[in-house]
């Protein structure tokens, strides 16, 4: 049978409920988010949702502490992994590169803010495509960018960066789901998906 508008949201909600009780990453989440709103048929759709259950058990990151501090300081950090995210994490740099991967974290909340402060430091953060991400706040003699696609829905989990610096760069990566590699080919996967949006 095929499936409509109202179908795919449906779905798409409870993709959101599992995220959020931790039995999907942000990856994961994103990947599932855009073969849902591909499915044309039931078994499609059905498909996105294969080894979840139906009902909405309680959440399976009691026993996990919470991410609520990354720090650089005069070194390179890279912070990734099944990271557990509440309503907040801070990451600080100072002389330092803080890499802060959040495709694989999971979150308690449908909203998280990741508060980040600079001195004459870099800090890149990495999201799925079908994250929304709202990005904020000031850099001085530094940038603060936002890149690439925005095709989250408005039932997606969201991140809501801060950031404030000094001689400091913050880079937001929406990452698509088939990038991967290292860093550099991200970046790079991300940067020519950016440039197929239109006009």
Known sequence: MRVSDADRE???IALREHLVAGRLTLEEFSARVEATLRASVSRE???AQLDLPSASPETGLA?????RLTAALFSHVARRGRLRLRRWTCGATVFG?????LRDAVMDQPCAAVTLLL???NVDVYVP???NVEVSGITIFGHLRDRGRDVAGADAPTIRV????CCATVDVWRVPSDAGGTYSDIIRRTKESE?????
């Open 63 to 67: 026993g996990r502490k919470p991410t």
């Open 195 to 199: 440039r197929q949006l239109p006009a």
């Open 10 to 12: 449906e779905a798409v």
């Open 162 to 165: 801060r950031a404030a610096g």
């Open 45 to 47: 759709l059905a498909q």
């Open 119 to 121: 001195a004459c430091g």
């Open 129 to 131: 495509e079908h994250v």
């Open 97 to 101: 590169d803080l890499d802060l991967d």
